[in-house]
C-alpha cells in the first residue's frame, strides 16, 4: 500500500511539472549572408563560396526552466554557389537544409513579457548543387559545380530578443551564425587545388511563435 501512495505521489508530481513546462512552436525567415574561402591553384588564387539568398524555416520549443529552453529546428536555405577570379565569376544554383537542436539562455524569467535570449546548438546541414551540369564551365580551373549533395555537422550560435504580443503569441528577431566544413562535394576542387575550410553564415531572422 505504501508502495502504491508513492507511486501515485510521483505520477502526481510528474503531471505537475509537465504542465508547468510551456511548449512553444512557430516559423521564421531572413537572409542568409555567407562568407568565401580562399582558393589556391597553380592557375592563380580565387575565391570560393555562396552568394547571399533567403531562409525560411521553423521551430518546436520547450521551457525546460525560467531561464532555460530548447528548440529543435529547421531551416531552409537558398544561396547559389560561386567562383570568382581576376574579375570574372562563374555561379550555379544551390539550396541548403539544417536540422539542429539549440539550447536558450534567457536573461529574464520566460514569463516576462520581453525576453533577451542567447542560444548554441548543433546538427546537421545539407548542401545541394540544383543547376545544371555542363563539360565545359566557366573557371573550372578552381572547381567544378555538381548536381549532388553533401552533408556536414553544423554548429551554431547567436541570440535575439522575443516580445509578448498576447499571452501565447511572440514576435522575435535573431541573428544565428551556422558554422560548417565547406561542401566540397558540391563545389569540387581539381587536382592540386585547395579550398579554405570553415564557412560561416550569418542569418539575420524574424519570427512568429505560438505557445501552448
Known amino acids: 500500500m505504501k508502495t502504491i501512495a508513492i507511486g501515485v505521489v510521483l505520477l502526481a508530481a510528474a503531471a505537475a511539472c509537465a504542465r508547468a513546462q510551456q511548449w512553444e512552436f512557430g516559423g521564421l525567415g531572413g537572409g542568409a549572408f555567407l562568407n568565401t574561402v580562399s582558393v589556391s591553384a597553380p592557375a592563380g588564387s580565387a575565391t570560393a563560396g555562396f552568394q547571399a539568398g533567403v531562409v525560411a524555416g521553423g521551430f518546436l520549443g520547450q521551457n525546460i526552466s525560467n531561464h532555460i529552453g530548447g528548440e529543435i529546428r529547421y531551416e531552409y536555405f537558398q544561396s547559389n554557389l560561386e567562383l570568382k577570379a581576376g574579375g570574372a565569376s562563374a555561379t550555379f544554383s544551390g539550396q541548403a537544409h539544417a536540422v539542429h537542436y539549440d539550447l536558450l539562455f534567457h536573461t529574464h524569467s520566460t514569463t516576462s513579457s520581453v525576453q533577451v535570449y542567447a542560444a548554441v546548438g548543433g546538427g546537421m546541414k545539407l548542401f545541394r548543387g540544383t543547376g545544371t551540369e555542363v563539360?565545359?564551365?566557366?573557371?573550372?580551373?578552381?572547381?567544378?559545380?555538381?548536381?549532388?549533395?553533401?552533408?556536414?555537422?553544423?554548429?551554431?550560435?547567436g541570440g535575439g530578443v522575443k516580445f509578448n504580443i498576447t499571452k501565447r503569441l511572440f514576435l522575435r528577431f535573431e541573428v544565428r551564425d551556422f558554422l560548417t566544413g565547406f561542401p566540397t562535394a558540391v563545389l569540387t576542387p581539381p587536382l592540386n587545388v585547395k579550398y579554405g575550410t570553415i564557412l560561416q553564415d550569418i542569418v539575420p531572422m524574424v519570427g512568429l511563435s505560438y505557445a501552448f
Open 135 to 157: 563539360a565545359q564551365q566557366p573557371l573550372y580551373q578552381y572547381g567544378y559545380f555538381t548536381k549532388t549533395q553533401n552533408v556536414k555537422p553544423l554548429l551554431d550560435f
